[in-house]
């Protein structure tokens, strides 16, 4: 018995048909120029992006080549000036402590003249019936230990020396005391350095 599959060659004969509609009766226009300009368009967008993404990093690879080179050369400069610039600290330290020896003298210059500028201003203000026994200091703190024949003139002295402001600060007079015909007593005062 001899079978024969129609289903099969109907569906090839359908495929076959519709295949043949579809299919350009005569020779159509191509549509490859139309498709090539397209094409065209991004493909020279891109290349242009290419050649400015080269020019960019060969301009920058060119930047960083100079400015290697100018940090070498200007590092192996620096290295040359270092022994200048240890000169140029020692100058400086030792200036620094040549100041701080001018000071000092300085001041000492002034305390040497303090004494007799002292001395000078507590004879000045010393009233006639007044006797000095002892002076002494410690620090800028004065202490006077004197004798008087009257409180008078002891007040006169303590106001002498609170008169004189830019050289005696707090005088201080606690009091005195009688010792046969003589009154003994003491003041003390800051000394001040207007030098």
């Known amino acids: 018995m001899v079978k024969i599959n129609l289903g099969r060659d109907l569906l090839a004969q359908a495929f076959h048909k519709k295949t043949i509609k579809d299919a350009p009766a005569g020779p159509k226009p191509d549509k490859q120029p139309e498709q090539k300009t397209s094409l065209l368009i991004p493909m020279v967008l891109f290349l242009l992006f290419v050649a400015f993404a080269g020019l960019y990093y060969h301009w920058l690879n060119g930047n960083i080549k100079r400015e290697t080179a100018r940090n070498t050369a200007l590092t192996t400069e620096k290295k040359s000036y270092e022994p200048y610039l240890e000169l140029e ?107």
């Open 89 to 195: 600290q020692q100058y400086r330290d030792l200036k620094e402590a040549l100041e701080k020896k001018e000071e000092v003298l300085n001041k000492l210059r002034k305390q040497q003249q303090l004494p007799v500028y002292f001395l000078q201003e507590l004879g000045n203000s010393i009233p006639e019936n007044v006797w000095l026994l002892k002076i002494s200091s410690n620090g800028a703190k004065i202490e006077i230990r004197a004798e008087s024949l009257t409180e008078d003139a002891i007040y006169q002295f303590r106001d002498n020396l609170a008169i004189k402001t830019q050289w005696f600060k707090n005088v201080d007079y606690p009091g005195a005391t009688r010792v046969d015909k003589l009154l003994e007593f003491s003041l003390t005062f800051d000394l001040i350095n207007p030098l």
